[in-house]
């Protein structure tokens, strides 16, 4: 078992709808990173969490510690949202990555 | 303001031949810098990471090497390419680990035939 799950693996999403990603980890973190893969490869990172929630536009990220679960929220979603997007979290050494989720969103 | 450069941007070359991807980062000093690979098919994988000048820890061992020879240069190495070390190798760095983000480079895209 992946010490990082995400899901789903695939998501394909109309325009202007509400996107949900989600991020289970069974180990120790200290924090949590949302990173977006653009298909030419380039990474950003969108959020760094170790708790709460944190809002950057459309885009919301929500951390359970207890739970050890995050989501990634995107609002009126829109075909440029189009990318992976990979939730990674930092253990003691290193980090450990999910698989990642590909978005698709039609105009 | 902060940039990092990695270079070259795609690589071709053969089995058993040296390997040396280069990352420099502008604007800021004492990051802490990373060396990440995703295979083909495959997630993000942390090679290597360093705090300091000289101060290279492995997540995993392989047939790759990485040096810190001055405060803002991360360089990654093979003496001998493997098929297996195909993929797209991603600089990246931060300034406290755990506490401010992540910045990544735009890629080398490594394919060894």
């Known amino acids: 078992k992946n010490e990082v799950e995400q899901s789903p693996q695939n998501l394909t999403a109309q325009e202007g709808e509400f996107i949900t990603i989600n991020c289970s980890y069974s180990?120790?973190?200290?924090?949590l990173h949302w990173l977006q893969q653009h298909p030419g490869g380039g990474i950003v990172s969108l959020f760094m969490?170790?708790?709460g929630k944190k809002k950057h536009g459309r885009l919301i990220a929500t951390i359970n510690i207890q739970e050890k679960h995050s989501s990634l929220h995107i609002t009126a979603s829109h075909p440029r949202d189009s990318a992976v997007y990979i939730c990674?979290?930092?253990?003691?050494?290193?980090?450990?990555f999910g698989a990642g989720t590909r978005l698709t969103v039609k105009p | 303001s902060q940039t990092i450069h990695q270079w070259p941007a795609t690589l071709v070359q053969p089995v058993g031949s040296p390997l040396s991807l280069e990352c420099t980062v502008e604007?800021?000093?004492?990051?802490?810098l990373y060396w990440y690979r995703q295979a083909a098919g495959r997630g993000l994988q942390l090679l290597f990471y360093?705090?300091?000048?000289?101060?290279i820890s492995s997540e995993v061992p392989q047939n790759l090497s990485a040096s810190r020879p001055q405060d803002r240069q991360f360089i990654l190495s093979s003496k001998k390419l493997l098929l297996s070390d195909s993929g797209f190798y991603l600089c990246?760095?931060?300034?406290?680990?755990?506490?401010?983000?992540?910045?990544f480079g735009n890629g080398t895209r490594l394919t060894v035939t």
């Open positions: 360093s705090v300091g000048i000289g101060q």
């Open positions: 990674a979290v930092l253990v003691e050494v290193g980090m450990r």
């Open positions: 969490l170790s708790s």
């Open positions: 990246a760095w931060d300034r406290d680990r755990g506490s401010s983000p992540l910045h």
């Open positions: 180990v120790g973190i200290s924090a």
């Open positions: 604007g800021t000093s004492n990051p802490n």
